[in-house]
Nanobody
Framework: QVQLVESGGGLVQAGGSLRLSCAASGRTFSSYTMGWFRQAPGKEREFVSAISRSGLQIFYADSVKGRFGISGDNAKNTVYLQMNSLKPEDTAVYFC???????????????????WGQGTQVTVSS
């Protein structure tokens, strides 16, 4: 099992930046494909980004490509989501998730992931 704790959310003006962190405890962090999802009020949870166990495969949703960057630090058991050029439509609760084993084909689907953090709120004002 793995426990995930997100941090780094907050209120930022449009065009600003935030870096989210997801600290993992339990099984070795490098055993999991790690993903970031977000959920805005009244909307379904949507895929943001994912990184493979090796860090060699990285995926982004089209809506964040070129603005967000995902990275992992195995020594710290932490995955990061650097968010730049933030827009009001990025406002959501952001969740970290872990999927055991190699990168699943449906890395973009919330149902693929086995473990979830509690989420951290990101609010972008216009």
């Amino acid at each position: 099992q793995v426990q995930l704790v997100e941090s780094g959310g907050g209120l930022v003006q449009a065009g600003g930046s935030l870096r989210l962190s997801c600290a993992a405890s339990g099984r070795t962090f490098s055993s999991y494909t790690m993903g970031w999802f977000r959920q805005a009020p009244g909307k379904e949870r949507e895929f943001v980004s994912a990184i493979s166990r090796s860090g060699l495969q990285i995926f982004y949703a089209d809506s964040v490509k070129g603005r967000f960057g995902i990275s992992g630090d195995n020594a710290k058991n932490t995955v990061y989501l650097q968010m730049n050029s933030l827009k009001p439509e990025d406002t959501a609760v952001y969740f970290c998730a872990a999927a055991a084993g190699r990168t699943p084909p449906a890395y973009y689907s919330p149902t693929t992931y086995d473990y979830w953090g509690q989420g951290t709120q990101v609010t972008v004002s216009s």
